[in-house]
């Protein structure tokens, strides 16, 4: 029987040492953590895992061992995103021998495909798999916008029955479900509460690699109803939403992991470290939201 994926996934950092390799046992600890704290649902290889950084190498060893150590506890879908289909299909053919239980696909993000090129993409590697597919909509990315209609005609592909819906249009939440007629499952991207304020079913977030436990309560109480202790819970972690909303979201949440003690190493190049002049900013988000201790006078 298939799970159906619900909840807040965090699409996760990848992490390196110091020499900024890929650090295994970083990973593994980090992935643990994750779990632990009550996230919904794991994705590593998606943006913010920096997967256009990685070789195949490496992009297999980090999607083995989140997938090991997760051990069935929770969903891991592997970012499989690639520029040209086969490469996708042999990304996502893969991840479902390693055991994943699902993949996420941004479209290619260089071509600039036409719909019917889209189709084709997706078609081809849905029926080349057997898991379910959450595409994954960032135009200002990819390259491409995954407007309500497109997704329409997705989700006719067997398979093809996710959307992490990342553009600050949360009314394409309510499009994309009146339109697909129960066939695709909505996930915000960026804008999460908002999302499922308007039917979404959960939530691909980077906010939750710092706040796991916190950011899945969000999705929890926002579905029981209570809209008042969602909204609570929102207040407390916007100003670390907001730290990671921007062009620094990978290097920020990188710079919060290490000050919460658990250190992921730098971004690769062409990525910067968060430069030290912003290293307050960063503490004091974390501060804001509750994850790091006042300041003693």
Known sequence: MTTKFRGTYSVMVTAFDEGGQVDLERMEAY????????????????????????SDEERESVARCVIETVGGRVPVLVGTGAEYTDDAIRYSQEAEAMGATGVMIIPPFYSTPTEDELFEHYR?????????????????????????????????????????????????????????????????????????????????????NLMPRLLAQLFERSTAGDIAGARAIY???????????GH????????????????????????????????????????????????TA
């Not at 209609?149 to 996710?162: D, K, N």
């Not at 207040?235 to 730290?243: E, H, K, S, T």
């Not at 290490?258 to 190493?265: D, F, I, K, S, T």
């Open 31 to 54: 992935t643990e953590w994750q779990v632990t704290e009550g996230i919904h649902g794991l994705i590593p290889l998606g943006s913010t895992g920096e997967f256009l950084s990685l």
């Open 124 to 208: 081809r590697i849905a029926e080349a798999i057997s898991i379910p597919i959450m595409i994954y909509n960032n135009p200002a990315t990819a390259n491409v916008d995954l407007t309500p209609p497109i997704v329409a005609r997705l989700s006719t592909i067997e398979g093809v029955s996710y959307i992490k819906e990342s553009t600050m249009d949360v009314t394409r939440v309510r499009d994309i479900i009146d339109m697909c007629d129960g066939r695709m499952t909505v996930f915000g991207g960026i804008m999460g509460f908002e999302s499922f304020m308007n039917g979404a079913e959960g939530w691909v977030a980077v906010g939750s």
């Open 235 to 245: 207040q407390q972690a916007l100003p670390v939403i907001r730290l990671v909303g």
């Open 248 to 295: 620094r979201y990978v290097s920020a949440t990188k710079s919060a992991l290490a000050m919460l003690g658990y250190p992921v190493g730098d971004p690769r190049p062409p990525r910067l470290p968060t430069p030290t002049g912003e290293l307050a900013a960063v503490e004091q988000a974390l501060t804001a939201a509750g994850l790091l201790p006042m300041p």
